[in-house]
């Protein structure tokens, strides 16, 4: 069984020791059959994080963030 694995640097320094830790743990997951996808937050289009509409409560949207900005990405995976 292949397991999906979303690694998240949340570092604005890209190549810095977050970012390293973060990629050699991907690595590390990789090397024993896993599937990796890295987002870096501070590479993403703008976001605002939770705004309490509760548009997650909706029928329809249970659980899942209706507003589309730059996060949408991260949440999907």
């Known amino acids: ?7 998240i640097n949340a570092s604005p320094r890209k190549g810095w020791d977050t970012d390293m830790l973060v990629d050699e743990a991907s690595k590390g997951a990789a090397s024993n059959g896993a599937e990796i996808e890295k987002f870096d937050l501070y590479r993403l289009e703008k976001f605002t994080g ?8 909706r029928d329809g949207h ?15 995976a």
């Open 1 to 7: 069984m292949c397991s999906r694995i979303v690694a």
């Open 50 to 57: 939770c705004i309490s509409c509760f548009g997650c409560m």
């Open 62 to 76: 249970k659980g899942e963030c209706v507003v589309k900005d730059g996060l949408k990405p991260v949440l999907d």
